[in-house]
């Protein structure tokens, strides 16, 4: 039977969830859907379309159909000013209750715009579990796209099963992640406490892994080579077909311009300081320190990383968040440690926000501090760095476990609490002390940063045509093609 051109084109709507770590990587999915010939909408509200526009609208004039959908975020309904509609917006956990009731409040909205824009296809973020049963009433395959590891999905897939840890006297004693052929072990306190224990959120966290069973099939951006056995483990437990398409980041991020502005809504200056010194630094000499889009750490962590980064002898880049070295009387520890390092040529503090992917591909930079966030993970991996890893929150004790015992290209900071990131202690848990030494090991270590520099040149060839995961993102597109086709075809043979 024939069909007639236009219906051919696919069309695939995104749905990402407004926070850096999950959106990042969700929007450059879908530009690379575009560049594949897919018709691509992006479903979102004015305030985070912000940090994307511009390389959409970059796309679109290059050829690629794809745009962006704007639905409003209820900001008088839940009492935010205009604007705060993302979750790092968030400065207290009373103001995340309010993004997130604001978000949950958008399923209407989006419901209406899918059944508007009638897709062949809806790819929807984990966080966003109704999208399951929605896309099965109106029709259409939904994609799960999880934005993680598959070693941290299989990992609280089977402790959530198991519970190993019930069996425990004790929150510091060992258990082995149940399922694993390689001996992993963990402590019940490392676990998020959702898992732990249970609390008014578990419910939430089961129904988003719940509807992830019920999908179509799951995105991940990550890709064979790094977790060939957890992709295989995860395609035998959780039985859904799954595609492995990444470091989705390194496919669409080719230039200085893009790297700058990337999920962030300023524009980086020209004349910059600190990539003046950045520039004039020997090779693989200074580390970055980062703990992603959310955490905030106490004060006094931060004078003990301070001492730590001094002491080790490193040269260093650090980002810090706006007030988050202050007291309850608004001083400041950061200004004089900042302005000695810069009089001695050591380090800089960049505040709030940093351009990580232009600085982590930077050949100066050696390693990185990182709270283990997937996304800085792969991007630290693209650039070839080892890892002090240093989890804070959700599922990043998993990914330091990934990175320090799989991989061996991570140095535990050694951190033994899982706390969710807006209710952080008021205590430093790491010294200064072994901050220095993890440093030194790192920045010495000959052996961890050839292991990431293999890793880097296998995710450069996975994502290259011809490439695992260009492979797999052909195959997902056709497939949705026939899906298609089909749908088609026994819509004309009911008529
Ligand atoms: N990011 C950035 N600059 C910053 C902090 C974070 O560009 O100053 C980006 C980082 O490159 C990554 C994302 O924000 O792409 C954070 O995601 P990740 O999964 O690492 O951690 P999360 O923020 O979700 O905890």
Redesign the pocket.
């Given at each position: 039977m024939e069909i007639d051109s236009q219906n051919q084109q696919l069309n695939v709507t995104f749905l990402p969830y407004p926070?850096?770590?999950?959106m990042?990587?969700m929007i450059y999915t879908a530009r690379i859907f575009a560049k594949h010939g897919v018709n691509v909408t992006i479903i979102t509200t004015k305030s985070n379309a912000l940090s994307f526009q511009k390389s959409i609208d970059k796309d679109f004039n290059y050829g690629y159909s794809i745009r962006t959908c704007l639905i409003q975020f209820p900001a008088a309904q839940v009492n935010l000013p205009d604007g705060v509609e993302n979750i790092?917006d968030a400065t207290s956990v009373e103001i995340m209750g309010q993004i997130s009731h604001g978000i949950a409040l958008l399923q209407d909205q989006i419901e209406f715009v899918i059944q508007d824009l009638l897709p062949d296809c809806i790819v929807t973020d984990m966080c966003y579990p109704w999208t399951a049963e929605f896309a099965a009433k109106i029709g259409v395959p939904r994609i799960y796209f999880y934005?993680s590891s598959y070693f941290s999905r299989c990992a609280s897939y089977f402790i959530q099963k198991h519970r190993p840890h019930d069996k425990l006297v004790s929150n510091t004693e060992k258990f082995s992640i149940p399922g694993f052929q390689e001996n992993i072990e963990m402590m019940p306190m490392q676990l998020a406490e959702w898992i732990r224990t249970k609390t008014n959120y578990s419910c939430y966290f089961e129904a988003m892994f719940e509807s992830e069973g019920k999908s179509y099939g799951s995105l991940y951006n990550s890709f064979h080579e790094l977790e060939s056995d957890y992709e295989k483990l995860y395609k035998s437990t959780i039985g859904i077909k799954t595609w492995s398409i990444g470091p989705v980041?390194m496919l669409v991020n080719k230039d200085d311009g893009e790297k700058a502005n990337?999920?962030?809504n300023e524009e980086l200056e020209k004349e910059l300081e600190w990539l003046n010194w950045l520039n004039s630094q020997q090779d693989d000499s200074v580390l970055y320190v980062?703990f992603?889009?959310?955490?905030r750490l106490p004060r006094a962590q931060l004078v003990e990383i301070a001492h730590g980064l001094e002491n080790s002898g490193h040269n260093f880049i650090w980002?810090v968040r706006n007030k988050e070295d202050e007291n309850e009387n608004g001083e400041s520890f950061m200004k004089g440690f900042e302005h000695r390092m810069k009089e001695n040529r050591k380090g800089y503090i960049?505040w709030?926000?940093?351009?990580?992917?232009l600085i982590l591909d930077h050949p100066a930079i050696g390693g990185i501090v990182?709270?283990c966030?997937?996304?800085?993970?792969l991007?630290s991996l693209n650039s070839g760095l080892p890892m002090i890893t240093w989890p804070m929150f959700a599922e990043q004790f998993y990914n330091e476990k990934l990175l320090v015992d799989v991989l061996k290209i991570g140095i535990s900071i050694g951190v033994k609490e899982n706390k969710f990131f807006m209710s952080m202690s008021e205590e430093a848990t790491i010294t200064r002390d072994e901050i220095a030494n993890a440093v030194k090991i790192l920045m010495e270590s000959g052996e961890m940063r050839s292991r990431a520099k293999r890793l880097g040149d296998a995710a450069k060839k996975a994502i290259e045509e011809g490439g695992s995961s260009y492979n797999n993102l052909i195959k997902l597109i056709d497939e949705l093609k026939l899906l298609k086709k089909t749908r088609e075809v026994s819509k004309k043979q009911i008529t």
């Open positions: 926070t850096p770590g999950h990042i990587p790092k934005s980041a990337r999920g962030h980062c992603g889009s959310l955490a980002v960049l709030n926000w940093a351009p990580q992917v990182t709270h966030g997937w996304n800085s993970i991007e």
